[in-house]
């Protein structure tokens, strides 16, 4: 399975972005991952093929909401009220684990990686 993310890009401290990751095949659990400067990709959020479970890294909920869409093979993560600590590479992710298991796992033991896109919150 291919991932593709887009919808990187500069947005101001309490603004919004939307990231987007079309996938060229489906996998039972997608998501998303981050990674700061020196630091190894951390969990940001998951979502199971249904969109009926989803889990969030306590430093974003009620603020970023995951969702997908499966006649597009897309899913989205909807970032608002974005804090220049939220300046990361963002990473889509699927697995062939449920989305609890990705909200768990290593990032190396994760499946399928898309290529990161940047997200840069100014102050």
């Known amino acids: 399975v291919q991932l593709q993310a887009s919808g990187g890009g500069v947005a101001q401290a309490g603004g919004s972005l939307r990231l987007s990751c079309a996938a060229s095949g489906r996998t039972v659990s997608a998501g998303w991952f981050r990674r700061f400067p020196g630091k190894e990709r951390e969990f940001v959020a998951a979502?199971?093929?249904?969109?009926?479970?989803?889990y969030y890294a306590d430093s974003v909920k009620g603020r970023f909401t995951i969702s997908r869409d499966n006649a597009k093979n897309t899913v989205y993560l909807q970032m608002n009220s974005l804090k220049p600590e939220d300046t990361a590479i963002y990473y889509c992710?699927?697995?062939?684990?449920?989305?609890?298991?990705?909200?768990?796992?290593?990032?190396?033991?994760?499946?399928?990686w898309g290529q990161g896109t940047l997200v840069t919150v100014s102050s």
């Open positions: 979502i199971s093929w249904s969109g009926s479970n989803v």
């Open positions: 992710a699927g697995d062939s684990n449920n989305a609890y298991g990705m909200s768990v796992l290593s990032p190396i033991e994760i499946d399928y």
